[in-house]
């Protein structure tokens, strides 16, 4: 009985030791994989810190254009309302009786029938032909 006791120890011990070494290779792998999640984890970490100084970047790019923008809007409103009021002289101008009058006049010298002088200036086909024959 005390050699089967002893058989029964033995197994069991060696039954353990496997389960150690089993345990130790486990914990292996399991450290190796850590080591390779911690490398992947700081290599992700230096990616967002990457990109969180190009996303700041861009918003005070972006920010800047805006203020420029703003600015070139600012000039050319004040560019659009000049240019208007130097369209509305050259339209004042255009409806003055003396400017109609040398167009008309030019018009019939460069060999422009009253018809087609009426039909560019606006004005009647007797009003044209007066203004011929004052000529």
């Not at 409103?77 to 050259?90: G, N």
């Not at 255009?94 to 009426?118: D, N, T």
Request: charged share 25%; hydrophobic share 45%.
């Amino acid at each position: 009985m005390s050699n089967l006791l002893i058989i029964l120890f033995t197994v069991s011990e060696v039954v353990l030791l496997i389960i150690v070494i089993l345990f130790f290779l486990r914990l292996r792998k399991s450290e190796t994989l850590l080591s390779g999640l911690q490398a992947n984890h700081d290599d992700f970490i230096k990616r967002l810190q990457f990109n969180t100084q190009l996303e700041s970047e861009l918003v005070a790019t972006f920010e800047q254009r805006q203020q420029e923008l703003v600015a070139l809007n600012t000039e050319l409103e004040k560019k659009e309302a000049h240019l208007q009021k130097l369209v509305d002289l050259a339209n004042e101008y255009c409806k003055s009786p003396q400017f109609m009058r040398e167009i008309i006049i030019k018009g019939h010298r460069a060999g422009k029938s009253p018809v087609q002088l009426a039909k560019s200036t606006g004005l009647s086909l007797e009003e044209i032909e007066l203004i011929i024959d004052q000529a």
